[in-house]
């Protein structure tokens, strides 16, 4: 069982920064790839950036690449997500999640296996 907790919302002005944290733990997090996801009111669960923890290989979405960014620190266990120059459309719950990235040319699915319980951010106009 893996166990995800995130920390580091909050409210922010458009334009500013956060940065998210999801700490790991449990029997084998290492042997899956980390992701965040984000889901707005009223909208689908939709996939942010993932980072694979052997190799730090990192996709991001269209709609936050050049502004966010995943890492991970392999001592501390966590996954994080730099995000900079936030928009109010950034509001949303966003998600860590443990999981499988698979990748075919420009294609590329990640099915999570865990999920946190979310982190609030709320970005001011």
């Known amino acids: 069982q893996v166990q995800l907790v995130e920390s580091g919302g909050g409210l922010v002005q458009a334009g500013g920064s956060l940065r998210l944290s999801c700490a790991a733990s449990g029997r084998g997090f290492r042997s899956y790839d980390m992701a965040w996801f984000r889901q707005a009111p009223g909208k689908e669960r939709e996939f942010v950036a993932t980072i694979v923890w052997s190799n730090g290989d990192t996709r991001y979405a269209d709609s936050v690449k050049g502004r966010f960014t995943i890492s991970r620190d392999n001592a501390k266990n966590t996954v994080y997500l730099q995000m900079n120059s936030l928009k109010p459309e950034d509001t949303a719950i966003y998600y860590c999640?443990?999981?499988?990235?698979?990748?075919?040319?420009?294609?590329?699915?990640?099915?999570?296996?865990?999920w946190g319980q979310g982190t609030q951010v709320t970005v001011s106009s």
């Open positions: 999640a443990a999981g499988v990235l698979t990748v075919a040319g420009t294609w590329m699915n990640f099915g999570s296996h865990y």
